[in-house]
């Protein structure tokens, strides 16, 4: 327990607050943080949870949140449209992936890669191809408030991340996008 109680400092200076705040937070005395942090006291079982939990809520209060990255300009082609027409809007939109609709859900994803990947295959056929026949799986969807370490996880296997609420789509991130937070 000594151990954990020394996490308090250290998880409070990395947080950027004082005592004063914390004890605010946590609904106990100044002093009494500063006692526990100088190892002059053990707290209660119950004081100790309530200042870790106030901790806690501090720090999830400052990761950043989907909401706060996400680009709320989403463009989406639907899974008829022609690929020549895609690649037209994906070059004025200076765009390198997008997203698939099909009865207004998203279905699918379409990136410079999977394009690339079919001209080589046939190249004569681009005039001809629809999005649905070389769309890849649809991206994953989160919560405008997923924080960034699921993000990043997510980014690592996806080439961008729909964000949505209560089945709206409210934004798109791309590793450019997270990239450009850092």
């Excluded at 250290?10 to 004082?18: A, D, E, S």
């Excluded at 409210?170 to 850092?182: F, H, M, P, Q």
């Amino acid at each position: 327990m000594i151990e954990n109680l020394q996490e308090i400092k250290r998880m409070r200076k990395n947080l950027g607050i004082n005592q004063k705040d914390l004890a605010a937070q946590a609904g106990v005395s100044q002093s009494l943080i500063a006692k526990i942090e100088s190892g002059k006291l053990d707290p209660t079982f119950t004081k100790a949870k309530q200042i870790f939990r106030a901790l806690e809520e501090l720090q999830e209060k400052e990761e950043i949140k989907a909401k706060e990255i996400m680009n709320k300009k989403v463009v989406f082609v639907k899974a008829n449209d022609k690929v020549k027409e895609i690649i037209a809007i994906m070059k004025r939109k200076g765009i390198s992936q997008v997203p698939v609709l099909k009865n207004e859900k998203v279905c699918g994803l379409i990136t410079e890669g999977t394009i690339l990947k079919k001209l080589v295959q046939n190249p004569e056929k681009i005039n001809y191809l629809r999005a649905e026949e070389i769309m890849e799986d649809a991206p994953p969807i989160v919560s405008p408030k997923t924080n960034l370490k699921i993000l990043l996880e997510l980014l690592k296997e996806s080439q961008l991340i729909l964000v949505a609420e209560k089945g709206e789509t409210k934004g798109i991130i791309s590793k450019t996008d997270l990239l450009d937070r850092i």
